[in-house]
């Protein structure tokens, strides 16, 4: 495991625990001065030490399944080419329930060409219901299934939703399905009163992580893995090359609704996972 994407506090032992014209979390208000960032509250750290809690009853061995799980079904999605191009790869699984959902999977290509788990991370996908927003507008508050580029002229470290009247830190938006430069859907911190709802969905349709996950993911794709990709052409919830290049962050992200009971049986791995939190 890579320790740039280590949680000790969230994780004892190795867990820490279509289409997108909805805009459901962000718009274009964005960045006051870094001074006024959210600082971690009692709630957070308290959070924190709940997940730890969790954590500490749970088999490395099962967890480590559940990831090579999530591993071999990226492989499964992208093509070679595709895996090629890029470095980084995070599997959200944005179901409701079983031992995968509403957690991040993140891989790393390595030298061998071969991608290897880094990390899980607990998240909080889209409501997937029908809602108004503070404003009084109707939206369906998703989290679209696909595979998606990251859009690095819209990161932000403070950004402010306007459709939902929230702050977003850490907000990495996300680049349409078909190539389009803006969506409304970003990859953010949670807010620390809304932390105890990671592991279940809670979002306007962002996906929300702990923050400071967050921020170390924000800034290994400005810096690690910024670069210039062959951009996608998508096909479904996998994706193909196109001809054309963008400067951005060689990181990928797949989002889908994943029975975990069904990917287990497909790569042959045995039931009786232990009870994750959701």
């Not at 290994?220 to 054309?244: F, I, M, T, W």
Request: with cysteine; charged share 25%.
């Amino acid at each position: 495991m890579s320790a740039p994407f280590r949680s000790s506090a969230l994780r004892a032992l190795l867990l820490a625990v279509s289409v997108l014209g909805l805009a459901a979390c962000g718009t274009t208000a964005r960045v006051p001065p870094p001074s006024v960032m959210p600082q971690p509250s009692d709630a957070l750290a308290d959070f924190r030490e709940d997940l730890a809690a969790e954590s500490a009853g749970r088999v490395a061995e099962d967890d480590a399944e559940l990831a090579e799980v999530a591993r071999r079904h990226v492989e499964d999605i992208l093509s070679a080419e595709v895996i090629g191009e890029y470095e980084l790869f995070i599997f959200i699984n944005k179901a409701g329930e079983g031992p995968m959902a509403q957690h991040a999977y993140l891989f790393d290509k390595g030298a061998d060409g071969q991608i290897k788990h880094l990390d899980t991370w607990l998240v909080s996908t889209g409501r997937e219901q029908q809602e108004k927003s503070p404003k009084g507008e109707s939206k369906f508050t998703t989290t679209p299934s696909g595979t998606f580029m990251f859009d690095l002229a819209r990161f932000s470290r403070l950004h402010k939703s306007n459709a939902w009247e929230a702050d977003m830190p850490w907000a990495m938006f996300l680049r349409t399905r078909n190539g389009g430069p803006t969506t409304g859907i970003a990859l953010h911190a949670a807010l620390d009163k809304y932390v105890h709802n990671l592991g279940q969905r809670a979002s306007a349709g962002c996906i929300r992580l702990l923050p400071s996950n967050a921020e170390k993911l924000y800034k290994l794709l400005k810096g690690k893995y910024a670069g210039s990709v062959r951009n996608l052409v998508p096909s479904g919830v996998g994706a193909k090359l196109g001809s054309s290049k963008s400067a951005g962050t060689r990181g990928l992200v797949i989002v889908e609704d994943a029975d975990a009971d069904e990917l287990m049986a497909r790569y042959g791995v045995s039931g009786g996972m232990p009870a994750f939190i959701n």
